[in-house]
């Protein structure tokens, strides 16, 4: 069965200061990989996929993700971090031998202090 | 306006009662899924509906119930089996055949009375 694992369930950083949010899944085969953003009470917004073809995705609001077969990880990122990035996010793995479902992990909750 | 819409956005359940939330869409996705979330955790799949008139259970159906009668709505009932109800549901959309994005709704906080 494919699991996420997001190994951190806080993290805050200043704002202006890089962050990488950290994602790793267990599945045999190439997985298909996504970040999602919650702000407090609402859905969730889409950031950015994978499915294939270049390693480096880059998604809305400045955010780019790595995947790295090697270390089954697929790391969310951003060079600079604005206050209104305040919200938790949550990576999501899918495959075709899982029903095409999507699994999620349990979320990091992102604080930016001023 | 484009999206999905799930109503209403605060639902107050009393003990013994079966609720009703809705979501519908217009996005013309063919797959529609439902899932609960709980304070500081991930989401789990309740249900799931891949075609009008076929839905699937998902790892946590026990005390909820769901419809697939046309291709733009998918009401979950969480029915009074469903002991601790209490919690934040999200509907989602996808278009269909192999692994989709999902596209989410604004969602719906059930409380208990």
């Known amino acids: 069965a494919q699991s996420v694992t997001q190994p951190d369930i806080h993290i805050t950083v200043s704002e202006g200061a890089s962050l990488e949010l950290r994602c790793n899944y267990s599945?045999?085969?190439?997985?298909?990989l996504f970040w999602y953003v919650q702000s407090p009470g609402q859905g969730l917004q889409l950031l950015l996929k994978?499915?294939?073809?270049?390693?480096l995705v880059q998604g809305i609001k400045g955010f780019e993700a790595e995947f790295k077969r090697s270390q089954s990880s697929f790391n969310l990122r951003k060079p600079s971090v604005h206050w209104s990035d305040a919200a938790e996010y949550f990576c999501?793995?899918?495959?075709?031998?899982?029903?095409?479902?999507?699994?999620f992990g349990g979320g990091t909750r992102l604080m930016v202090k001023p | 306006d484009g999206g999905i819409t799930q109503s209403p956005k605060y639902l107050f359940r009393k003990e013994g009662q079966n609720v009703t939330l809705s979501c519908e869409q217009n996005?013309?996705?063919?797959?529609m899924y439902w899932y609960r979330q709980d304070p500081g955790q991930g989401l789990r799949l309740i249900y799931y509906?891949?075609?009008?008139?076929?839905?699937q259970k998902g790892d946590i159906a026990e005390g909820y119930s769901v419809s697939r009668e046309k291709k733009e709505s998918f009401p979950l009932t969480v029915t009074s089996a469903q002991k601790n109800p209490t919690a934040f549901y999200l509907c989602?959309?996808?278009?269909?055949?192999?692994?989709?994005?999902?596209?989410f709704g604004p969602g719906t906080r059930l409380l208990v009375l």
């Open positions: 999501a793995v899918g495959s075709n031998n899982a029903g095409n479902m999507l699994t």
């Open positions: 599945y045999g085969a190439t997985p298909y």
């Open positions: 994978y499915f294939s073809g270049d390693t």
């Open positions: 996005l013309n996705h063919d797959a």
């Open positions: 509906s891949q075609i009008v008139n076929d839905f």
């Open positions: 989602a959309t996808g278009r269909g055949g192999g692994v989709k994005t999902q596209y």
